[in-house]
């Protein structure tokens, strides 16, 4: 125990004086690796739970993080609020993010940068509720340990604009109580949460836990990209032992692990590289494995299934009054099982130098942009590029007073409805094909539309009225464009028709990017997260969840990455003898 106090308080001081993420001494292009390299620890993905992982596990071992994408560091668009909806607008091989679509149509987009999702999402920082950590069976006070360690570098109380102050009078109003004011904890009622953005609209995410390494102990590889990771057997029983990858010239490299039964690879690779790494390798489904000419390690049919993505359907308020430019800030928290939160604001990164077929310069609307994929004028499967492309043309012919308002929505929790993971091909870059099954469960629908009526409660409150029309009179120049790029609500005011709120829930359906599963507790790993029927191997990111934690999982994904390394280095050193 000495140790870790000493340890804590040499990495206070070394987090004070630490140079600025850019300047890691640590990370650098896969290019630069040698051929073959020996680690205590292999990492693969450098993302929210991958950093905080391995910056913990190098304080007294040698790690490798093997991240496919490059550094936050160096685009200016990651770490600017202002630029949110950029990030996830661009679609180039380069980008920060991978866009991917599911079978239900529903665009979507994955992280391929250090940092992982936390370098593209919409910053609410929140912890999971008391229910949920001993649901997972992880220690309350080391959690709790955890979750400070993170937000002592990442996290900030943000202060609220009139519009967000509006949203949450306009829940107490309505009924979603108590008011719990800021906190970061997961409690019924109407909260301020936390924010990665800090007040000047920077961004701070999971790399920046890197800072707590021992730069000797950890090196961190940027566009490395692998293929699968090896094994060799014990007995009948593999055991991992290293891993292939490749450069951004496409050179080959192999690292391994040293020499010690303690060590091992971990996976970190997120919800859908980490089923899909682990098929790559011969672990899942064997007749699906067989299919694409793979060898079985270990036949799992579990590998893959449980994914899920929390729905989330949106309604932009047109607002009489201006409105400042926000992502999320406030969250209530309905004891009918649906999350309502709310972005406001139509200058993001204002009108950009792009421009549509008729010359006229592109504009977004943040975190509901039809250029991210957040579509929802028309059904998922109808969300077609060209789709798409005609509702950017007609944002951009839209007046900046028409513009001008925000989005409430709700998420709904949990959820109950669960699709699959596989293969598409053997290209680890590539998408798998994925299924969430949206609103397959009652519960998901029924929440939905108890969402949807909550939302349009908090519209017609007292505390909401001056960023609302009355009545729902919406001005009449948002009649300039025959279909306005954003959802109105139009044809299911009122809330009379139950078949009609669950039409729109199933129609006007969104991602708010907190998909998990595909390597669940219980059916792939155990609760320590080592996988099942192979020995040095685990998965520790958000695919292992069952559900959701919190409103916005994040805190928790890098919480886990902390806790996990913690408590992995307390039972190797009671193995080994040492403290």
């Not at 994955?110 to 949920?132: D, H, K, M, Q």
């Not at 019924?188 to 920077?202: A, Y």
């Not at 053997?426 to 009526?453: K, M, Q, T, W």
Request: charged share 20%; hydrophobic share 40%.
């Amino acid at each position: 125990m000495a140790f870790f106090i000493l340890t804590g308080l040499f990495v206070l001081l070394s987090v004070s004086q630490q140079a600025l993420g850019q300047n890691y001494t640590f990370m650098r292009e896969a290019t630069h690796a040698p051929p073959v390299a020996y680690y205590d620890y292999i990492v693969i993905g450098g993302g929210t739970a991958g950093c905080p992982l391995a910056a913990t596990l190098s304080r007294r071992y040698r790690v490798l993080v093997l991240e496919r994408g490059g550094s936050p560091y160096d685009d200016d668009r990651v770490l600017n609020m202002a630029h949110f909806s950029d990030v996830l607008s661009d679609t180039s091989a380069s980008s920060p993010s991978q866009r991917f679509v599911s079978e239900e149509g529903v665009i979507n987009s994955r992280p391929r940068v250090l940092g992982g999702g936390s370098c593209l999402n919409a910053g609410f920082f929140t912890r999971a509720g008391a229910g949920y950590v001993r649901a997972a069976g992880w220690d309350a006070r080391e959690v709790l340990n955890a979750y400070r360690w993170v937000e002592d570098v990442v996290a900030f109380q943000p202060e609220l604009g009139p519009w967000q102050a509006a949203v949450r009078r306009g829940l107490l109003e309505t009924g979603v109580v108590p008011d719990n004011g800021f906190t970061y904890d997961h409690i019924p009622g109407t909260k301020v949460g936390g924010s990665i953005f800090d007040p000047e609209g920077r961004r701070h995410t999971a790399a920046d836990l890197l800072r707590y390494s021992r730069p000797e102990g950890i090196d961190v590889l940027l566009r490395a990209r692998v293929a699968r990771i090896l094994f060799s057997y014990r007995g009948t029983k593999p055991v991992a032992r290293g891993v292939v990858y490749r450069d951004s010239q496409g050179i080959i490299h192999v690292a391994y692990l040293n020499q010690g039964d303690a060590n091992e690879i971990i996976l970190s690779a997120g919800a859908l590289g980490s089923p899909q790494l682990l098929m790559l390798s011969g672990v899942g489904p064997a007749d699906h494995l067989r299919s694409y000419g793979l060898d079985v390690v270990v036949d799992n049919p579990e590998v893959g299934q449980g994914m899920s993505d929390n729905p989330m359907n949106a309604i932009f308020v047109p607002s009489p009054s201006p409105v400042e430019l926000s992502l999320i800030q406030v969250v209530g928290i309905t004891r009918f099982g649906s999350y309502i939160e709310g972005a406001s604001g139509s200058d993001w990164s204002t009108r950009s130098a792009a421009s549509t077929s008729t010359g006229a310069p592109e504009r977004s609307f943040g975190m509901f942009s039809p250029q991210t994929g957040q579509l929802a004028t028309v059904p998922p499967k109808q969300r077609t590029p060209e789709a798409i492309a005609r509702a950017v043309e007609a944002m951009s012919r839209v007046p900046d007073a028409a513009m001008r308002g925000g989005f409430i929505l709700e998420k709904v929790l949990g959820p109950q409805s669960a699709g699959s993971l596989a293969l598409r091909n053997l290209d680890p870059d590539d998408n798998p094909v994925v299924s969430f099954n949206y609103f397959a469960h009652p519960d998901d629908l029924r929440r939905c539309v108890a969402g949807i009526e909550e939302i349009e409660r908090v519209i017609r409150s007292r505390a909401f009225a001056r960023f609302a029309y009355p009545n729902f009179a919406f001005p009449a120049m948002l009649n300039v464009t025959a279909e306005f790029p954003v959802n109105l609500m139009r044809g299911v005011r009122g809330g009379s028709d139950p078949a009609a709120l669950e039409r729109f829930c199933r129609d006007t359906v969104m991602t708010i990017w907190h998909y998990h599963g595909g390597c669940q507790v219980g059916r792939v790993v155990d609760r320590d997260y080592r996988v099942l029927g192979i020995d040095a191997l685990r998965v520790i990111d958000g695919s292992t969840f069952n559900a959701s934690p919190g409103t916005n999982p994040q805190a928790t994904v890098m919480m886990l990455g902390r806790y996990m390394g913690v408590k992995i280095q307390k039972e190797r050193m009671l193995t080994e003898g040492s403290g």
